[in-house]
């Protein structure tokens, strides 16, 4: 990033980038309501954001939509292990995938362009709620938002791998995470 951009000094050895430039995002998107075609019968999950806990995982979700919306309506499912995160209302909310779904226009899907063994995943999933909320928000009518050009200039501070697994060890320890 350009040095004008730095919010603070991050040790010897991490980097600040956009986080655009480090994850391929997916948006969702949600089929029309009024058209029972997308949703009777449906099979495929549809994650909402009220299916999302905070540093949760998903199991099932309250919706599924058709397998003529999976067809007609969407690009492609995200696979189990997905990370995602909302950038509309709940701001910076992330869980991980443990069921294929599809999901709403709230939400990315995010595929890191290089990650070991999910551990950049899993610093981004406890990283991500709190810098989102610092990220160049909207307001909307029902709350805050990131357009996509917030989310993809959203500043990541990035250290070295082995530093990722420890904070990663760290934060699920003081959050008592089983694994």
Known sequence: IEENEIPFEVPEGW????FGEIVNMQMGKT???GEAIYWEKGTDSWVSISDMKDYGHITKTKE?????????AFRKKSPVGTLIMSFKL???????LDIPAYHNEAIISIFPYCDLNNSFRDYLFYLLPLLANLGDSKDAIKGKTLNSNSLYNLLIPLPPLSEQKRIVAKVEELFGVMR
């Open 90 to 96: 709940t701001v910076g909310r992330t869980s991980i």
């Open 15 to 18: 980097e600040w980038c956009h």
């Open 31 to 33: 089929p029309p309501r």
């Open 64 to 72: 599924k939509v058709s397998k003529y919306a999976a067809e007609n």
